[in-house]
């Protein structure tokens, strides 16, 4: 019987022994299997996230390339060539006109240099704004078109100005629609630096042609009358 039972105690001990190891090794096998786990779940991260990035990258390479088509305007200048007709109907009208601030008049055209704007390149979507302005002698009063500024941005480009009489600012308003050879666009730089658009047309809006009629002796100016072309060279930021 003690025989017997001590070698039951031996293959108990050797049994339990077993378990033992063999617990252990499942266990040493879940850690290395769990590391190995986490270590296929870093990678899988890691190689989602460089994906990703590359992605956020291309798009946003994108995303540059479109924000740097918008540049900001420090400087230029901007000549309107009058139409001959339009210059007539001024005539007309008993109309004179000269430059006020820091334009210039030569001949029958204006010159306002470019005080600053946002232009983008690819669609010509953008804003210019001119300094000096335009002085009327009228048989009603003598007036200034003022703060001249382009805006293509709205769903009607226009060039905006503001009407002083007797030294007074009355009212803000578009003297004319703006149009811009498509031909032109997208635009390229000169350079890397200059902006060039060339005969940009104007015409009366009916808000402009009715202002210069309550300024004329007679009615002499229509809606969609052609006042002339603009050539503007700006210098981009």
Known sequence: MENG????????GLL???????SVRLQKTWQMGRHRLWALMLGASLAFSVALAGQTQQDGGTRLARATSVHTLVGGRARIQFADAFRGALR?????????????TEGDALT??????L??????RGAIVWRGGLALETPRADVDLRHLRIDTIGRLPLLWTTLVVAGELTETFPLCTVTL???Q??????????LTLRDVELRLTTEGAARLNRLAEHESFASGQL???ANIIAIVE
């Open 119 to 124: 232009f983008d390149l690819a669609s010509g």
């Open 227 to 229: 006042i002339g072309a």
């Open 181 to 183: 050879s498509t031909e």
């Open 112 to 117: 306002l240099p470019v005080a600053d704007g």
């Open 16 to 22: 339990l022994a077993e378990r033992r190891s063999l």
């Open 5 to 12: 039972k001590l070698t039951e105690i031996f293959f108990g």
């Open 185 to 194: 666009l997208p635009i390229r730089l000169v350079g890397g630096r200059v």
């Open 92 to 104: 007309r009208a008993r109309i004179a006109y000269d430059a006020v601030g820091a334009a210039t």
